[in-house]
Nanobody
Framework: QVQFVESGGGLVQPGGSLRLSCAASGSIFSGSPVGWYRQAPGKQREPVASMTTGGSTWSAASVEGRFTISRDNAKNTVALQMNSLKPEDTAVYYC????????WGQGTQVTVSS
């Protein structure tokens, strides 16, 4: 079973930056679109950003211009660079493969607060 391990979260002030990383067991990322998702308290999990195998990206309107997804197929990792963070970005962040959602990892908590 594929396992995702997300890391890099933490507490940051509004306007700050964080870089999240996701590692997967096996080489699952190399042949699949990848994506980041988040779930805020009391809300449903939502997609944040994704990247195809060819490198095309999509971002949710709420993070457009602030978040950047990237992938390293050789290392089987996916990253999410988050800049200009806002309190509403506070959530647990997860990675997965959008076309074939697998078991979710534990995620990494991002808290944006002064």
């Amino acid at each position: 079973q594929v396992q995702f391990v997300e890391s890099g979260g933490g507490l940051v002030q509004p306007g700050g930056s964080l870089r999240l990383s996701c590692a997967a067991s096996g080489s699952i990322f190399s042949g699949s679109p990848v994506g980041w998702y988040r779930q805020a308290p009391g809300k449903q999990r939502e997609p944040v950003a994704s990247m195809t195998t060819g490198g095309s990206t999509w971002s949710a309107a709420s993070v457009e211009g602030r978040f950047t997804i990237s992938r390293d197929n050789a290392k089987n990792t996916v990253a999410l660079q988050m800049n200009s963070l806002k309190p509403e970005d506070t959530a647990v962040y997860y990675c997965n493969t959008p076309l074939n959602i697998r078991a979710w990892g534990q995620g990494t908590q991002v808290t944006v607060s002064s």
